[in-house]
């Protein structure tokens, strides 16, 4: 069974700086895909940035020229760097790793809560 965790959420100010990371169990390698995806109260998840096994990386236009993601497969993570952070960034972020499109797994997701 494959798991994800993940770290690094917190309070940070508007402006501020936060860097998220994702601990797999099993070597990331396996994984096509993986991303970072986020979902504040009341609304739906939704996809905050991706990276291929390759390292081609994808970005949602909200979090676009502020956020970096990137996987390391040597250490077997997946972190993610937000900067210029804003309130409407506030949402719990979950990691995910995808090995096919129907085999998914999922972390426990960490709490990210920007003050303006």
């Known amino acids: 069974q494959v798991q994800l965790v993940e770290s690094g959420g917190g309070l940070v100010q508007a402006g501020g700086s936060l860097r998220l990371s994702c601990a797999a169990s099993?070597?990331?390698?396996?994984?096509?895909?993986m991303g970072w995806f986020r979902q504040a109260p009341g609304k739906q998840r939704e996809v905050v940035a991706t990276i291929t096994r390759g390292g081609s990386a994808n970005y949602a236009d909200s979090v676009k020229g502020r956020v970096t993601i990137s996987r390391d497969n040597a250490k077997n993570t997946l972190d993610l760097q937000m900067d210029s952070l804003k309130p409407e960034d506030t949402a719990v972020y979950y990691c995910n790793a995808a090995i096919n499109i129907i085999t998914k797994y999922w972390g426990q997701g960490t709490q990210v809560t920007v003050s303006s």
């Open positions: 099993t070597s990331i390698f396996s994984f096509t895909s």
